[in-house]
């Protein structure tokens, strides 16, 4: 029987990189893959992905009506044996029918990624063309969601992200979900065994010099060459690249001493619990 192992994230955590790495990992070939065939999985939030399954377009439907449909959506992938990897930056919520948005029977496991809020903010401030402090305030709203707008036709649907904590705590400590928390920094720090780790997870080959390779053919050189070359479909159109750093701790250029504070006012308890913080409170 086959099912889904969701890509989680809050967005610009390294979830594109990760799939990058997990596309070469599959293939296992001789050169690396083209970042615009990242063919691993639709995200979940797919519009199109939802009206191929259901047979018909979700465009005349409120926000409500296509998310207690989207349950449906996911456990109709049942009918296929093999295992599906479902990249997606929904938290782990319900539909107003009170069922888990993507479907226990279904769900094999979540890999969450999770990166430092710091880096976070400034990075998310350039993917959704606004400042520092508004892609911080947004990170602290409860009621915080992509794809929200009833003016347009995205082509995605509406995506509950809440705040950047209530974000990590709806995966990381949702009840009954085997999940497994790999973090942006150990990525970088700690590649093969980080990436070793997840493809195990993953159910997915793990023999060292095989995770070495992916690892080296995703490197974000690599990544940042494709799209000076080739462009990048999945970069919003206002920025000028989507792979701009691939760094950890650029915050402290980018952030002021206000906004580093605010966002561990507002985010400080998970930060500390996952190792962004040391027991004074300061950041690591």
């Not at 449909?69 to 929904?90: N, T």
């Not at 508004?134 to 082509?155: C, N, V, Y």
């Not at 920094?185 to 065994?193: F, H, I, K």
């Not at 990544?223 to 402290?252: C, D, I, N, V, Y």
Request: aromatic letters at 10%.
């Amino acid at each position: 029987m086959g099912g889904i192992y969701w890509l989680a994230s809050y967005p610009k955590s390294g979830n594109t990189w990760f799939r990058t790495f997990l596309r070469n990992l599959q293939e296992d070939g001789d050169e690396p893959a083209d970042i615009n065939e990242l063919e691993t999985g639709s995200i979940a939030s797919g519009r199109g992905w939802l009206d191929e399954v259901l047979g018909f377009d979700t465009a005349e439907l409120r926000h409500d009506e296509v998310e207690r449909l989207r349950p449906a959506v996911y456990r109709w992938s049942l009918r296929e044996e093999e295992i599906g990897y479902h990249k997606i930056h929904d938290a782990y919520t319900r539909t107003s029918d009170g069922e888990p948005l993507f479907g226990s029977e279904v769900t094999l496991g979540a890999l969450y990624i999770l990166r430092n809020p710091l880096d976070v903010a400034p990075s998310a401030a350039n993917h959704w063309h606004c400042d520092s402090d508004q892609a911080i305030e947004k990170m602290g709203r409860s009621d915080m969601a992509l794809a929200r707008t009833t003016k347009a036709l995205p082509d995605q649907v509406r995506q509950w992200l809440l705040s950047w904590s209530a974000h990590v705590l709806s995966w990381v400590d949702a009840p009954d979900l085997n999940v497994e928390v790999i973090r942006y920094e150990d990525m970088l720090s700690e590649p093969q065994a980080t990436f070793a780790r997840a493809a195990h997870f993953l159910q997915l080959p793990a023999d060292p010099e095989r995770i070495a390779k992916a690892i080296r053919f995703s490197d974000f050189r690599e990544l940042a060459r494709q799209e000076r070359e080739k462009g990048f479909r999945e970069r919003p159109h206002h920025t000028e690249r989507f792979f701009r750093s691939g760094t950890s701790g650029g915050w402290r250029e980018k952030l002021t001493e206000v906004q580093v504070r605010r966002i561990i006012a507002d985010h400080g308890e998970v930060m500390h619990r996952f190792g962004y913080l040391d027991e004074t409170g300061a950041s690591v």
